[in-house]
């Protein structure tokens, strides 16, 4: 059985860094967001962690787990969102408290897809894999971001429909910044390995592959247990994202991830467009798309709105979904099943 938190109107969100902090020099970007989300209703209950950042983390490890942690058990926070990724946070999964954890929702990506795919796994609770605190900091958000309030308000045994963008962010310029902050420029493309008309159906799980690799083999990323303990021999989709690898490493650990068992009763898989993806010898993502497609059998869809080329979809690890791609458009629904 998964469970699902709800986000209602008026909430108070817990601000905290499990991964990376912000550095003095970009106080005010994270000053923004907090002051945009007030302005949208909601109340900011902020620790210490978001306004340090040393040695490529916000904090020493259990200092980062204690504030999470504290938040995930107090009552006055409906939702906690860190103000983005980062590169250490698997250095918390050890110490945080899944036994008392209160249903609630967490949202991001990155570095914190790792904490998000933890703590479904070990907990059977849904999680929300979308935009970070400081992509929120804009006079509004483009159609696509905005999504995450719905999703995040649709009532357990409830659905929720999301549709590809219809252009993305090419390049960062933080130099010119817009009022929804992204340049979306690029003309948005789903596509299949098939070049046909897809649909997939299952349970919801995934995220940064650079990060949640490293799940594999640890107590923070037993699938089989996950299957066993909360889902109705219902099959998989996976949605991945590539921040840094090279096609071979990116090869490399889908080949991983396939020996582990993580795509065992898989029905699908999900890719988004990514800024690496450098070919290697000629060996391009198209070729890693295609192998794995023959490899499970099972169509592979990809350039989705997913990950670090914004805009990116809100999608919900443990949520049984619907998706279907068809002429470069592609519409996912969610369905919050227990």
Same mark, same amino acid.
Do not use: C, R
């Given at each position: 059985?998964? =469970?699902?938190?709800?986000?209602?109107?008026?909430?108070?969100?817990?601000?905290?860094?499990?991964?990376?902090?912000?550095?003095?020099?970009?106080?005010?970007?994270?000053?923004q967001a907090i002051n945009q989300m007030k302005r949208n209703g909601f109340s900011i209950s902020c620790g210490e962690t978001p306004w340090t950042e040393v040695k490529a983390k916000s904090a020493p490890a259990k200092k980062r787990a204690a504030e999470l942690n504290a938040m995930l058990v107090d009552k006055t926070i409906d939702f906690i969102i860190p103000p983005w990724g980062g590169e250490l946070l698997i250095e918390v999964l050890e110490h945080i408290d899944y036994e008392n954890m209160k249903s609630k929702w967490i949202l991001g990506y990155s570095d914190v897809s790792g904490l998000l795919l933890a703590i479904t796994l070990k907990t059977g609770i849904a999680t929300a894999h979308g935009t970070n605190l400081v992509d929120l900091r804009g006079e509004f958000s483009d159609e696509t971001t905005a999504m995450w309030q719905s999703v995040l308000a649709t009532k357990p045994g409830d659905a929720v429909i999301q549709h590809s963008s219809k252009r993305y962010q090419k390049e960062w310029r933080h130099d010119a910044p817009t009022p929804c902050?992204?340049?979306?420029?690029?003309?948005?493309?789903?596509? =299949?390995?098939?070049?046909?008309?897809?649909?997939?159906?299952?349970r919801l799980l995934g995220g940064c592959i650079d990060i949640i690799r490293h799940l594999i083999g640890t107590p923070f990323g037993d699938v089989k247990q996950f299957r066993?303990?909360?889902?109705?021999d219902e099959p998989l989709i996976w949605y991945l994202e590539n921040c840094e690898l090279s096609t071979t490493d990116l090869r490399r650990s889908l080949v991983q991830m396939r020996l582990a068992g993580w795509f065992d009763h898989c029905s699908g898989l999900m890719f988004g467009r990514s800024p690496a993806n450098a070919p290697v010898n000629d060996y391009t993502v198209e070729d890693v798309y295609q192998d794995l497609a023959i490899e499970l059998e099972v169509p592979i869809i990809y350039d989705i709105d997913c990950g670090h080329v914004p805009p990116q979809m809100t999608f919900i690890n443990g949520a049984y979904a619907e998706v279907e791609v068809a002429d470069g458009k592609g519409t996912v629904r969610q369905l919050f099943r227990p």
């Open positions: 059985m998964i =469970t699902y938190p709800y986000l209602q109107k008026g909430a108070t969100i817990g601000v905290t860094a499990p991964s990376s902090g912000v550095p003095s020099e970009l106080h005010e970007i994270l000053n902050v992204f340049h979306l420029t690029e003309q948005t493309d789903w596509k =299949t390995v098939s070049q046909a008309h897809e649909k997939i159906q299952g066993s303990e909360h889902l109705h």
